[in-house]
Antibody, heavy 124, light 106 residues
């Protein structure tokens, strides 16, 4: 069965960076787009961007341009999301989420499978 | 930016009754609308996409309708496990979510 296993909780100081990993199993890693979505406490989810695990091509939400980097390691079936210049407003649960569609066509941009989430707390 | 507005913020319904949740888009999204259920401490779970297509394994008591800017999620006969927060999400443009409707036991 499809599983997305994320790295553990992080506590960071303002101005620091955080890198979250998401290891996929139960399907062919390079066949499906992967997204990152975050959810601040008591808020709705917020889309951060998408990566094609086969080509490495990524697109970021405008809000995070210049601060977010999404990468992948195909040998480890893992995608990564690094967010820099953290502020208190970046405190949230960060999720990887697999797209419905395969990379041979356009992404569906909705999310069939989700990781368990990684809590990132920004605190001084 | 596409803004998704959900109403009501909280809905109190008795088990066995029908629940109707609304979602409005700030501009037309055609049928590019998904619904998710989220329980405390868990990731969201896909219920509906294409405004009305149930995701795999979703019971028939969940149904979606609407197009353009107005959408509805209906749960025909509430079970105890259905009490959760529900989010709509458009994917006509870059994805955006509503702020959620909390469905609570009356």
């Amino acid at each position: 069965q499809v599983q997305l296993l994320q790295s553990g909780a992080e506590v960071k100081k303002p101005g620091a960076s955080v890198k979250v990993s998401c290891k996929a199993s139960g399907y062919t890693f390079t066949r499906y787009y992967m997204h990152w979505v975050r959810q601040a406490p008591g808020q709705g989810p917020e889309w951060m961007g998408i990566i094609n695990p086969s080509s490495g091509v990524r697109t970021y939400a405008q809000k995070f341009q210049g601060r977010v980097t999404m990468t992948r390691d195909t040998s480890a079936s893992t995608v990564y999301m690094e967010l820099s210049s953290l502020t208190f407003e970046d405190t949230a649960v960060y999720y990887c989420a697999r797209d419905l569609d395969i990379v041979e066509g356009p992404a569906a941009h909705f999310f069939e499978y989700w990781g368990q989430g990684t809590l990132v707390t920004v605190s001084s | 930016d596409m803004v998704m507005t959900q109403s009501p913020a909280t809905l109190s319904v008795s088990p066995g009754e029908r629940a109707t949740l609304s979602c409005r888009a700030s501009q037309s999204v055609n049928l590019n609308l998904a619904w998710y259920q989220q329980k405390p401490g868990q990731a969201p779970s896909l219920l509906i996409y294409g405004a009305s297509t149930r995701a795999a394994g979703i019971p028939a008591r969940f149904s979606g309708s609407g197009s353009g800017t107005e959408f509805t999620l209906t749960i025909s006969s509430l079970q105890s496990e259905d009490f959760a927060v529900y989010y709509c999400q458009q994917y006509y443009n870059w994805p955006s979510f509503g702020q959620g409707t909390k469905l609570e036991i009356k």
